[in-house]
Each structure stands twice: as C-alpha cells, then as structure tokens.
C-alpha cells in the first residue's frame, strides 16, 4: 500500500490550497484518513481526520478554515485550505488506517508567505 499526496505549494496569506493524497494496492477498504503536520523545529501535530462514515475532526487551530473530504471509491482523501496563515506553513502528511495498519504518505511542503 502506498499513500502519494500532492497540492502543496507557495502561496500568499490569505490564500488557499488543496491538497489530495490517493493511496493504491491491494486496499479492501480505509477506515480513517487524515492529515497531519509537521513545522520546523515542532512535533508533528494532526489537522484533520475524516472516517469512512464521513465523521470529521479538526485541530482547533485550522477550524472554520481548513476542509477535510474523501472519496472512497478513488481512496483518495483531501484537504481544502482557505484563508492560509504563515503559521500553516509546514510539510503536510497524509495518513490512512489500512486492515489496522497506519500508512503514510511522503509530505508535501506548504509555504504561507506574509
């Protein structure tokens, strides 16, 4: 199994970005998908998580600004960034939940510039 994101990028304060992680293998089915983040010099922190039921949960730090939504029959998971801060810049990992197992993707580097 393979998680592969894509969307990071630079963009200013006050803009938006959308992220999209797909995860491919043998999958029967992904019961959590998420996303976390990592800033330099801090600790990896979640931002959202969503279930295959569609339940949400945020960071507070992102709420009202930051959608997470997946499609289950693409297995791919995403995350609508709006009204971006430089306090969001960090590389972004999603995460699935596979046959009990947590898989990760590789990051994708997001840039808010003041």
């Known amino acids: 199994v393979q998680l592969q994101a894509s969307g990071g990028g630079l963009v200013q304060a006050g803009g938006s970005l959308r992220l999209s992680c797909s995860a491919s293998?043998?999958?029967?089915?992904?019961?959590?998908m998420g996303w976390y983040r990592q800033a330099p010099g801090k600790q990896r922190e979640l931002v959202a998580v969503?279930?295959?039921?569609?339940?949400?949960n945020y960071a507070d730090s992102v709420k009202g600004r930051f959608t997470i939504s997946r499609d289950n029959a693409k297995n791919t998971v995403y995350l609508q960034m709006n009204s971006l801060k430089p306090e969001d810049t960090a590389v972004y990992y999603c995460?699935?939940?596979?046959?009990?197992?947590?898989?990760w993707g590789q990051g994708t580097l997001v840039t808010v510039s003041s």
């Open positions: 995460t699935g939940k596979i046959s009990l197992i947590d898989y």
């Open positions: 293998g043998t999958i029967f089915s992904i019961n959590r």
């Open positions: 969503i279930t295959s039921g569609g339940n949400t």
